[in-house]
C-alpha cells in the first residue's frame, strides 16, 4: 500500500513521517532526491542531494515514480522498492501527490496541514529558511491546500506531534483493515477504495 503526506511546507510532515516510522514497523519511508543545497544543520541523509544533470539523466533513465519542480529546485521519488511485508510512505508536494493519485489511485493522500500561518511561518524560519522563503512558501502554501483538500482522502491538522502522528497512524490502520477485510474500523475520514498491497509496478512518471 502507499501512503502519501503532502501539504504546505511548514505543516511538519517531516516530523511527523519520522515519527510514523518509529511507531509502525511495516512503513518504509521513500527518501527523495533533490537538487536543493543541503541545509546548515540538515542530515546528509535528509535527502539524496544531487546536480540538476544527475537528476534530469535520472528522470530520463524513468527512474523516478513522481518529481516535480518546487521554487526552484527539483524533487523526486525514486520507483519504491519496500523490503517485502513494507508499506510505503512518501512525504512529498501537492504535485507529486498528484502524480501518484493519477497513477496509482489505490494510494492513500493525507493532507497535512499547520494549525495557523504564525505557527507555519515560525516552524520554517526555525529550519533556517529565508524571510523571502518563509514569505513565498506561506503564498504557496493557500494554493496547496484548496487543491489538496480536493484531492485528499483525509486531512489532519498538525496541532501536536503525538497527536498528529496518532491521528496518522490511525488512517494508515484503518486502510490496512480495509484492504484485508473489506470494511475499515477506524476514522471515517479516508476514501473508501479497496488499497491493493504487494509489489509496485515498475511503471515510472514522466514527472511534470
Ligand atoms: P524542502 O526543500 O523544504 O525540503 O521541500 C520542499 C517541498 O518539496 C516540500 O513540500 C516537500 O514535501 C517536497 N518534497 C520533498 N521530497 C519530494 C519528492 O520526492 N517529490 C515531490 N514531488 N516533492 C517532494
Do not use: L
Given at each position: 500500500m502507499i501512503f502519501v503526506l503532502f501539504g504546505p511546507?511548514?505543516?511538519g510532515k517531516g516530523t511527523i513521517a519520522a515519527k510514523l516510522v518509529e511507531i509502525d514497523p511495516r512503513l518504509w519511508l521513500s527518501r527523495s532526491w533533490t537538487t536543493r543545497a543541503q541545509r546548515?544543520?540538515?542530515?546528509?541523509?535528509a535527502y539524496c542531494f544531487v546536480d540538476r544533470a544527475t537528476f534530469e539523466e535520472h528522470v530520463r533513465a524513468g527512474e523516478f515514480f513522481e518529481w516535480a519542480e518546487f521554487l526552484g529546485n527539483l524533487y523526486g521519488t525514486p520507483v519504491p522498492r519496500p523490503p517485502e511485508g513494507f508499506d510505503v510512505l512518501l512525504e512529498i508536494d501537492l504535485q507529486g501527490a498528484q502524480q501518484v493519485r493519477s497513477k496509482r489511485p489505490d494510494a492513500t493522500l493525507i493532507l497535512l496541514l499547520p494549525p495557523n500561518s504564525e505557527i507555519q511561518a515560525e516552524r520554517l524560519r526555525s529550519r533556517g529558511d529565508s524571510e523571502d522563503h518563509v514569505a513565498k512558501r506561506l503564498e504557496a502554501g493557500f494554493e496547496e491546500e484548496r487543491i489538496g483538500r480536493q484531492i485528499a482522502d483525509a486531512v489532519v491538522v498538525n496541532d501536536g506531534l503525538m497527536r498528529a502522528a496518532a491521528e496518522v497512524a490511525g488512517i494508515v490502520d484503518s486502510c490496512r483493515s480495509t484492504a484485508r477485510?473489506?470494511?475499515?474500523?477506524?476514522?471515517?475520514?479516508?476514501?473508501g477504495e479497496d488499497q491493493a498491497s504487494g509489489a509496485l509496478p515498475d511503471d515510472v512518471s514522466e514527472g511534470s
Open positions: 511546507g511548514g505543516a546548515p544543520g540538515e542530515p546528509a541523509d477485510t473489506g470494511s475499515g474500523t477506524a476514522g471515517g475520514t479516508v476514501g
